[in-house]
């Protein structure tokens, strides 16, 4: 598939003058719950309201959603508030009753993004629709998985279409709930630079505290909008309690927000600086996290050698590392004078914390 110009017509149709705003609850848990949220984000930035109906939970046992019936309360609160509506389908029958009670924006999650069958079916069902639909990422890092979702609507004639970048699952826990890995998201712009592109700063933080930086990240990244997920009571939210936010809270961010304007004459310029700066800061925390592990197993190391009561230089073992690393480093256009220095800081500081550990 090539970069179409009509996918994002829907988008510049609403000449907005900041970020697309889809905000709401995780899951509707009540009609009350969801109206009080609607009418506390009505004449704010947001654009859509959102709210999950059937919920796609990692574990059986819990609250999988309130079913069709919440659908009622989503278009009651397009009455009563003039907003737009959104939710998300996982099969035919999702889609047909999210179409019959007439939802403006359907995406599809990332557990259902996984599987091409489901997307087909979610296509299928869909076809020819003027709805927006929008794709979230697998689960897993795989860019053509996430492409080959969007194929298949085009493909099914529908052609208001955009992404949603939610974060991809580690085994390993990290600070966030999902890993933004941000070059998928940037390498999938630069293949389709009209796909809209939405940002989901509440999947990816997994604690309301990273919402605010992550969404400031998204827009330095040149994302065209935020999906932040907004109760009025969040801890007691029947799901996803730890991420959302409150309505006040997200009136908040968006003032807060740094939004580039875009008839700056430089910022085709800036774009391009604060995306490849952005990527900078993203490895340098890498490297940070990275050399930080490292030490915690040397750490272990550390513990064993005292154990044993062996010394902290192991001549022959360090000699090694340090021709392997030379090696590598040449593959990667790095020079012997730069890898040797590096290795011999991150050496010593290993030394000092196994020497801590032996003596203290
Ligand atoms: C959601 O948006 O509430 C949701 C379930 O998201 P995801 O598919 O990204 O996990
Ligand atoms: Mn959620």
Redesign the pocket.
């Known amino acids: 598939m090539e970069n179409k110009k009509e996918m994002r017509k829907w988008l510049d149709d609403l000449g907005l003058d900041h970020p697309l705003v889809i905000a709401g609850p ?2 509707a848990e009540t009609e009350e719950q969801v109206l009080k949220i609607a009418h506390s984000l009505k004449d704010t930035d947001v654009n859509y309201f ?1 709210s ?1 109906i059937w ?2 939970r990692t574990r059986p046992g819990n609250f999988e959603g309130v079913g069709a019936l919440g659908l009622k309360w989503l278009q009651k609160v397009k009455e009563e508030t003039g907003m737009k509506t959104a939710t ?1 389908v996982a099969n035919r029958n999702h889609v047909e009753l999210a179409l019959e009670h007439d939802i403006d924006l359907l ?7 996984v599987s091409p069958f489901i997307v087909q079916e979610i296509a299928d069902a869909l076809q020819g629709t003027d709805k927006i639909v929008l794709v ?2 697998p ?1 897993n890092p795989d860019l053509s998985l996430w492409l080959g979702g969007i194929e298949r609507l085009y493909t099914a004639d529908i052609k208001n279409l955009g992404v ?1 970048h ?2 991809f699952s580690t085994y390993e826990k990290t600070k966030y709930r ?1 890993n933004p890995n941000w070059q998928l998201a940037i390498e999938l712009q630069s293949k389709f630079p009209d796909l809209p592109i939405i940002n ?1 700063p ?2 990816i933080a997994g604690k309301r505290d990273l919402v605010f930086d992550i969404s400031q990240e998204a827009l330095d990244l040149n994302f065209d909008g935020l ?1 932040i ?1 907004t109760h009025h009571d969040p801890d007691n939210a029947w ?2 309690a730890a991420q959302q936010v409150t309505p006040e809270r997200l009136v908040q961010i968006m003032k807060d927000l740094t939004i580039r304007k875009e008839t700056d004459p430089e910022a085709e310029y800036n774009k391009k600086l604060g995306n490849l700066r952005a990527q900078i800061d993203m490895i340098d925390n890498d490297l940070i996290e990275m050399l930080g592990k490292r030490m915690k197993v040397s750490d272990g190391i550390g513990e064993l050698k005292k154990q044993k009561n062996v010394a902290v230089l192991q001549t022959n073992r360090w000699n090694a590392i340090l021709g392997k690393m030379i090696l590598e480093g040449e593959g990667h256009g790095l020079s012997e004078e730069f890898v040797l220095k590096m290795f011999k800081a991150i050496h010593q500081e290993s030394i000092n914390h196994q020497e801590k550990i032996i003596n203290g």
């Open positions: 995780c899951s959102r999950g919920k796609p998300e995406w599809i999650g990332a557990r259902s993004t979230k990422n689960v949603i939610r974060g999902n989901d509440s999947h999906m997920e799901s996803d």
